[in-house]
């Protein structure tokens, strides 16, 4: 079974530094990888995905995030925090369902990201 | 933009009592979830449904839990009898051809 792991619980950052949130994932196959952000009270917006080829990509916001095959990792990286950017950031793996890329997603336990002025 | 959309945003209901969250999934999508969030905790997928059946379920949906679509854009999670530790945010999601989850705002249940 799919997993993902977290390791920061919580990460203070000062607005205009940059960011990096460490995301893991255990899967057994190529896996699909999202992060998603989710403001108080709100729901999760999707930032960015992989799905295979170029493995930097790049999402709304500002944010971008490296796939390494070998450290099986998917982290989200920003060059320079705004104060709007304080939120929870989940990072997700889907597995194949039937074949088909609609199973479900797995989360970590999400990163609380504090932005201080 | 199409959106998933949630009612009730805020759900209080008495233990033993049964209640349906209702969603609508983005109009051309095919596959819809479930998921939960227990305050302070991650979000744990509850069930999927595609071609009006369950394509797969966690241990967390029991027999408590149903979920249909009644008609062409209603998609519903029914909880026949709460619990206390039902309380949570429930997610409704859907996907489309490019595979990416749109997820609701959420609906709160508060279970007392």
């Known amino acids: 079974a799919q997993s993902v792991t977290q390791p920061d619980i919580h990460i203070t950052v000062s607005e205009g530094a940059s960011l990096e949130l460490r995301c893991n994932y255990s899967?057994?196959?190529?896996?699909?990888l999202f992060w998603y952000v989710q403001s108080p009270g709100q729901g999760l917006q999707l930032l960015l995905k992989?799905?295979?080829?170029?493995?930097l990509v790049q999402g709304i916001k500002g944010f971008e995030a490296e796939f390494k095959r070998s450290q099986s990792s998917f982290n989200l990286r920003k060059p320079s925090v705004h104060w709007s950017d304080a939120a929870e950031y989940f990072c997700a793996v889907r597995a194949l369902a039937g074949g088909t890329s609609y199973g479900k997603l797995t989360f970590g336990q999400g990163t609380i990201l504090t932005v201080h002025p | 933009e199409p959106e998933v959309t949630q009612t009730p945003s805020h759900q209080v209901t008495q233990m033993g009592q049964e209640v349906i969250l209702r969603c609508v999934p983005i109009s051309n999508h095919l596959y819809f979830y479930w998921y939960r969030q227990i305050l302070g905790q991650k979000v744990e997928f509850l069930v999927s449904f595609y071609n009006n059946e369950i394509s797969e379920k966690s241990e967390i949906f029991d027999d408590q839990f149903s979920v249909e679509r009644p008609d062409g854009s209603n998609f519903t999670l029914k909880i026949r009898s709460t619990k206390l530790e039902d309380s949570a945010m429930y997610f409704c999601a859907s996907v489309g051809g490019n595979y990416e989850q749109y997820f609701g705002p959420g609906t709160r249940l508060t279970v007392t």
């Open positions: 992989y799905f295979s080829g170029d493995t």
């Open positions: 899967y057994g196959a190529t896996p699909y």
